[in-house]
Antibody
């Protein structure tokens, strides 16, 4: 059974870079049909797709965040990562990693990790 | 981006009630519409994909329909474990976008 687990700091200072890693187990990170992505949810609010990556390295980003986002993948470690630069309080959210195609349903999710942006 | 509008934003219902949630897209998305259930403190769970296909393991009391711009999620007989927030999502074009959610509360 596919499992995803987020890891990374829970507190980031304003203007710094948020960095999270997702470890995938129970499934092939390099499967041609799998896209791996990040989705976030500010406290008490709705869901926002951040971006996705294919094991080949092809990336797809939400245009609203594209200038600040980098998603990368390390198939040898079965991990993919999110970097979000120049964060502000508006980036405070629960961040989920998921099997998330840029066009398609998101059928497997990590448990989520709360990242707070505060000095 | 395609805008997704859900209604109502919240509803109160009793166990055994039939519940309908609607989702409207700002342009045609054919049948590229997914529904998720989210309970407090948990990740969303995929219920229905491609407007009407039930995800494996999801009870048959959940039913999705619609095409083009208008979609519905029906719960035929509400169970205690169904009290949650439901989100629709379009997967027709990138970026995939979500509706604002419908919170189903106990009456």
């Amino acid at each position: 059974q596919l499992q995803l687990q987020e890891s990374g700091p829970g507190l980031v200072k304003p203007s710094e870079t948020l960095s999270l890693t997702c470890t995938v187990s129970g499934g092939a990170i390099s499967s041609n049909n799998n896209y791996w992505g990040w989705i976030r949810q500010p406290p008490g609010k709705g869901l926002e797709w951040i971006g996705s990556i294919h094991y080949s390295g092809d990336t797809y980003y939400n245009p609203s965040l594209k200038s600040r986002v980098t998603i990368s993948i390390d198939t040898s470690k079965t991990q993919f990562s999110l970097k979000l630069s120049s964060v502000t309080a508006a980036d405070t959210a629960v961040y989920y990693c998921a099997r998330a195609p840029p066009v398609g349903a998101t059928d497997s999710w990590g448990q989520g990790t709360l990242v707070t942006v505060s000095s | 981006d395609i805008q997704m509008t859900q209604s109502p934003s919240s509803l109160s219902a009793s166990v055994g009630d039939r519940v309908t949630i609607t989702c409207r897209a700002s342009q045609s998305i054919i049948s590229y519409l997914n529904w998720y259930q989210q309970k407090p403190g948990k990740a969303p769970k995929l219920l229905i994909y491609a407007a009407s296909s039930l995800e494996s393991g999801v009870p048959s009391r959940f039913n999705g329909g619609g095409s083009g711009t208008d979609f519905t999620l029906n719960i035929s007989s509400l169970q205690p474990e169904d009290f949650a927030t439901y989100y629709c999502q379009q997967s027709y074009s990138s970026p995939p976008t979500f509706g604002g959610g419908t919170k189903v509360e106990i009456k």
